[in-house]
Structure formats: structure tokens, C-alpha cells
Nanobody, 115 residues
Framework: QVQLVESGGGLVQTGGSLRLSCVASGSIFSLKSMGWYRQAPGKQRELVAAITSGGSTNYADSAKGRFTISRDNAKNTVYLLMNSLKPEDTAVYYC?????????WGQGTQVTVSS
């Protein structure tokens, strides 16, 4: 089992920035991919950004140019730097990790952007 613990969410004004962190622990052998998803009230969970162990990244169109995902493999940690935040970025953000054909999820951290 892999446990994921997120931190860094909170309340921020439009145009502000936040940095989310997610630390993985437990039975870690090879986390091929780590990433961030979000779910707003009444909407489906959606990919925000993901990064492979080799550093390849993938961003949702809504995140391109504003968000940056990074990863410290030695610390089993993934980060999401979010700039120029908008009210529509308000959601619960979930950390995701993929290992041995299994998806693991964190408990989520709330990000609220006020207008």
C-alpha cells in the first residue's frame, strides 16, 4: 500500500498563488506517475497535471501557463505550484500516484479562490 498526504491548500484571492505538496509513503518501489486531480462541487474529478518518474509532464488546458508540476523522486514528493489563480480553480485537489497497475489517492486538500 502507498499512502499519500497532501498539504498546502487554503484560501487565496484571485491572481494569487499556492503551492501544493504531496508526500508518498509505504510500500514504494516505482511510482511511475504522480499527479494532481481536482473536483469541484457537482463536477467530475479531472486531471490537473501529472509527471512521470523521468520528468515528463502533462497538463490540462486550464492549467497550462499557470501551473507547474514538479517532483522530487528522492523524497517521493510531488508539488504543484499554482499561479494566477481564478475562482474557477476552486476545488478539492487530490494527489494521485500510480504503481504496479494501481492508482492511489490522497485525502484531498481544499483550494478556494475568492473573487
Amino acid at each position: 500500500q502507498v499512502q499519500l498526504v497532501e498539504s498546502g491548500g487554503g484560501l487565496v484571492q484571485t491572481g494569487g498563488s499556492l503551492r501544493l505538496s504531496c508526500v508518498a509513503s509505504g510500500s514504494i518501489f516505482s511510482l511511475k506517475s504522480m499527479g494532481w486531480y481536482r473536483q469541484a462541487p457537482g463536477k467530475q474529478r479531472e486531471l490537473v497535471a501529472a509527471i512521470t518518474s523521468g520528468g515528463s509532464t502533462n497538463y490540462a488546458d486550464s492549467a497550462k501557463g499557470r501551473f507547474t508540476i514538479s517532483r522530487d523522486n528522492a523524497k517521493n514528493t510531488v508539488y504543484l505550484l499554482m499561479n494566477s489563480l481564478k475562482p474557477e480553480d476552486t476545488a478539492v485537489y487530490y494527489c494521485n500516484a500510480f504503481q504496479f497497475f494501481t492508482n492511489y489517492w490522497g485525502q484531498g486538500t481544499q483550494v478556494t479562490v475568492s473573487s
